[in-house]
C-alpha cells in the first residue's frame, strides 16, 4: 500500500488528522494528498480539527503535578487535587478496589432492602405488578419510577447518571488542559459553568456550543467532533441542562445531509466511523464496573479440555493458554489434506475448517479472489430466479 492510500480510501474518503473520522475532501485538499510532496500526509475534515492540530504544535509545557500513587509518573491536570494520571491507573489502585468493595456493600445492602420491601407488598409494587410494569429505583438520587421490564434504567435522568460517574471516577482521575480534548467528560459537563476550549479565551458560560459558533467561527458538530464529544450531547452548563429536560418532548425537523433539497445547497456528505472520546471514556467506565462486580464466566479449553475462567468477563476464550492454543494449531495442520479448488481446479492443501465442509459435500476454493467469484454468481443467480 502506497502513502497515497493510507491518504485516502477506495471510495474517494480521507482520514482525519486530528479526529481520525472519514470525509469527503475538496478538490484542493485531494490534488495536495495525491501529490508526491505531501507524501504520508493527512488533512483535516473541518476548520476546528485544523486549528486544535496547530494549537497542539505551538503548545507550551504545562503545569506537572503528582507522582501517581500508581505509575510514579507525574501528569497534566487542568484542576488541581488529582491523584491518579489516567483511567488505567485508578483502575489498579488499591483506592478504586476500596470504592467497589464499599459500592458492592452497598449494592448488596439496597437488593436486602428491597427484598424486604416486596415481603411487605407496598403499593406501589402492587401497582407495578397490575400494570406489567417493573419499579426501578435511581442509583443516585434514590427515586423510584415504573418503567418498562424491557429497559433496566438505572438512574432517574442523565444528569444523575454524570454525578454517579463522576463521584466514582473523575474526581480522582487527572484532567490535562489541552485544546478541544477535556478529559473527565462527565465531571466537565457538571460545571455550572463551562470554560472555553480555545487557548487565549477567558468565555466562562452555559451556553459553550453558541460561543464556539459566534464567537469562534466553529459549527456546534465541527466543535463536538474536535472536541471528542457525542454529537447527540448538548454542550451547555448543568442548569441549562435541567431546563432543557424539563421541557416537553416535542418532534422536531431534522436536515438531512443526503436529501437532494440539502445536497443543492452545499451541506456535506455525512461522516463515516466516528467514535467519540466521551463514547469510549463511558465504555472503559462501564467495562470497570462490570468486571468489578461481574465474574467471569467458565470455559473448557478446546485443546486439553480443561475447565478454567476467563480473565475478564468480556470475550470468549477458547484457550487456557498459549501452549494448548499452539498444540491445538499444530494438531490443526497435521490434519489439513489437499482439495481441489471449486473454481479455477487448482490442487491446494486444505485447513480444518475446509476439510470438514468438503466432507459434507460443499465447494472449497484456493483463494480469496476465487471464492469472491463463486459469491458473486450465486448472487447473479439468486436475482434471476427471484419472483
Keep these: 500500500m502506497t502513502t497515497q492510500d493510507n491518504a485516502m480510501t477506495a471510495d474517494g474518503y480521507a482520514i482525519c488528522k486530528h479526529c481520525e473520522v472519514l470525509f469527503l475532501p475538496t478538490w484542493r485538499q485531494r490534488k495536495r494528498l495525491r501529490s508526491k ?3 504520508g500526509k493527512r488533512a483535516c475534515c473541518s476548520p476546528a480539527c485544523g486549528s486544535a492540530v496547530n ?31 489516567s483511567l488505567k491507573c485508578y483502575h489498579g489502585s488499591g483506592q478504586f478496589k476500596a470504592h467497589s468493595r ?3 456493600r452497598k449494592a448488596t445492602e439496597a437488593s436486602v432492602r428491597r427484598a424486604a420491601e416486596r415481603r411487605k407488598e407496598k403499593p406501589t ?50 484532567s490535562p488542559q489541552k485544546i478541544a480534548l477535556p478529559q473527565a467528560y462527565d465531571e466537565f459537563l457538571l460545571q455550572d459553568e463551562l470554560p472555553c476550549l480555545v487557548d487565549g479565551c477567558d468565555w466562562v458560560g452555559q451556553l459553550l456550543s453558541n460561543h464556539m459558533n459566534f464567537a469562534h467561527g466553529v459549527p456546534a458538530d465541527e466543535f463536538k467532533r474536535a472536541a471528542g464529544f457525542n454529537l447527540k450531547t448538548g454542550v451547555v452548563g448543568r442548569e441549562v441542562h435541567l431546563k432543557m ?62 475447565e478454567f475462567k476467563q480473565s475478564s468477563p468480556y470475550g470468549l476464550t477458547k484457550y487456557c493458554s498459549m501452549r494448548c492454543r499452539s498444540h491445538f494449531y499444530m494438531r490443526d495442520k497435521d490434519a489439513r489434506s489437499t482439495g481441489e479448488c471449486g473454481i479455477c481446479g487448482t490442487s491446494f492443501e486444505m485447513s480444518l475448517s475446509q476439510r470438514k465442509s468438503s466432507e459434507k459435500g460443499n465447494a472449497v476454493f484456493c483463494s480469496l479472489p476465487c471464492r469472491q467469484t463463486h459469491n458473486g454468481r450465486f448472487r447473479r443467480k439468486s436475482k434471476v430466479h427471484a419472483p
Design 245 to 306: 429536560c424539563e421541557r416537553p418532548h416535542i418532534l422536531l425537523a431534522f436536515r438531512d445531509p443526503q436529501s437532494r433539497y440539502n445536497q443543492e445547497r452545499g451541506h456535506r456528505a455525512p461522516l463515516k466511523h466516528y467514535c467519540s472520546l466521551e463514547g469510549r471514556e463511558h465504555g472503559a467506565k462501564g467495562r470497570i464496573l462490570c468486571e468489578a462486580t461481574v465474574d467471569p464466566p467458565s470455559r473448557i479449553c478446546r485443546s486439553c479440555g480443561v
Design 125 to 174: 409494587q402492587k401497582v407495578a405488578e397490575k400494570l406489567g410494569r417493573t419499579l426501578y429505583k435511581c442509583l443516585e438520587c434514590g427515586v423510584e419510577w415504573l418503567g418498562k421490564r424491557s429497559n433496566k434504567r438505572k438512574f432517574c435522568s442523565l444528569d444523575h447518571y454524570r454525578a454517579y460517574m463522576a463521584k466514582r471516577f473523575d474526581r480522582w482521575i487527572a
Design 55 to 85: 494549537a497542539a504544535s505551538k503548545r507550551k509545557p504545562k503545569v506537572l503535578y503528582g507522582p501517581c500513587p500508581t505509575c510514579g509518573e507525574r501528569f497534566e491536570s487542568r484542576y488541581s487535587g488529582k491523584k491518579f494520571c
Design 102 to 104: 464499599a459500592a458492592i
Design 37 to 39: 510532496v505531501n507524501a
